[in-house]
């Protein structure tokens, strides 16, 4: 909750901020002598409402809908020696990150991959798939383990959300303005008459153009993330260990996981490096070598 109210409270600090600089450079009476009557004020707030409040039920829901999608099995009473150690494991890992303990599940994929999700810290889901389990030893497994607390441990989930609502709430403004100043200006749309094709054509191009520029600063975060993530695994499980289970990977890239999961997941990247989610392998396996 206190993560929630801070980048809330950012969110909100930004707004002002730039709405101080707005004013400052007299934008809003640059755009009014131009013929765009646009409040930008409200429109901060109305690009905040919209950008944050689907971040925030995605959050929210993130638990049930990894469930739902992945097909997860939550271990509530351990049927076998496999699931009572994967239990064992998260909680002694969860204990030493002074975490309340995840639900801990199992997904059906062929390919080794787990990722962990949930709104609070103290009350995560941490899932790992029959792949893994059947492909890596365990000390790999206890390592990717310990990866996936490290994102509980570090409130990953509720920072990558809210991270995604505040540059939704700037792809959302600026694609506003630029719309409103196409369609006023150029296609000199009267105010009166309500908006032209021009604004929502435009509008919606811009949504998209700022769209790719956003994902590749969320994309860059979550690198930076997965570097940390590394390093608590390290820190929980052992160096060696987590640099086995990274090199285990290259042996075969785990499949894609949908959606935000992506982001929480343990594979090794996609096809243009703006745009992965995760640091490639070997990038990955030098920091935790050079980790001192």
């Known amino acids: 909750m206190k993560r929630i109210l801070l980048f809330l409270a950012t969110n909100i600090a930004v707004m002002?901020?730039?709405?101080?600089?707005?004013?400052?450079?007299g934008l809003g009476g640059a755009?009014?002598?131009?013929?765009v009557n646009l409040d930008l004020n409200s429109l901060l707030i109305?690009?905040?409402?919209?950008?944050?409040?689907?971040?925030?039920?995605?959050?929210?829901?993130?638990?049930?809908?990894?469930?739902?999608a992945m097909g997860v099995h939550v271990i509530e009473s351990p049927q076998n020696q496999t699931e009572q150690w994967l239990v064992n494991i998260v909680a002694k890992q969860a204990k030493q990150a002074s975490?309340?303990?995840?639900?801990?599940?199992?997904?059906?994929?062929?390919?080794?991959?787990?990722?962990?999700?949930?709104?609070?810290?103290?009350?995560?889901?941490?899932?790992?798939?029959?792949?893994?389990?059947?492909?890596?030893?365990?000390?790999?497994?206890?390592?990717?383990?310990?990866?996936?607390?490290?994102h509980?441990?570090?409130?990953?989930?509720?920072?990558?959300a809210l991270m995604q609502g505040v540059v939704n709430t700037f792809?959302?403004?600026?694609?506003?303005?630029?719309?409103?100043?196409?369609?006023?200006?150029?296609?000199?749309?009267?105010?009166?008459?309500?908006?032209?094709?021009?604004?929502?054509?435009v509008q919606m191009v811009a949504q998209i153009a700022l769209g790719f520029l956003a994902t590749m600063l969320v994309m860059w975060f979550s690198r930076y993330r997965e570097f940390r993530a590394d390093a608590g695994g390290a820190n929980l499980a052992g160096r060696q260990k987590m640099i086995s289970a990274l090199r285990a990977l290259q042996r075969g890239e785990p499949e894609d996981l949908p959606g935000q999961l992506a982001a929480f997941g343990i594979n090794g990247g996609g096809v243009q490096k703006l745009f992965m989610s995760h640091p490639p392998l070997e990038e990955r396996i030098a920091a935790l070598q050079n980790q001192r």
């Not at 303990?101 to 995560?124: D, L």
């Not at 600026?174 to 094709?197: K, L, Q, S």
């Open 31 to 35: 755009l009014h002598a131009r013929g």
């Open 99 to 150: 975490i309340g303990m995840p639900e801990v599940g199992i997904f059906q994929a062929h390919e080794p991959n787990a990722f962990a999700t949930g709104a609070n810290r103290n009350s995560a889901l941490v899932a790992v798939s029959t792949g893994l389990l059947q492909n890596m030893n365990a000390d790999e497994v206890e390592a990717v383990v310990g990866h996936e607390i490290s």
């Open 46 to 68: 109305i690009s905040a409402v919209f950008g944050m409040t689907g971040s925030i039920i995605s959050l929210l829901m993130s638990k049930w809908t990894a469930k739902s």
């Open 16 to 25: 002002l901020v730039i709405s101080i600089i707005f004013n400052l450079l």
């Open 171 to 201: 792809v959302y403004f600026f694609a506003t303005v630029i719309g409103h100043v196409v369609d006023r200006t150029i296609f000199r749309n009267e105010e009166g008459g309500g908006y032209g094709p021009a604004y929502y054509i």
């Open 152 to 160: 509980v441990a570090n409130g990953d989930m509720v920072t990558m």
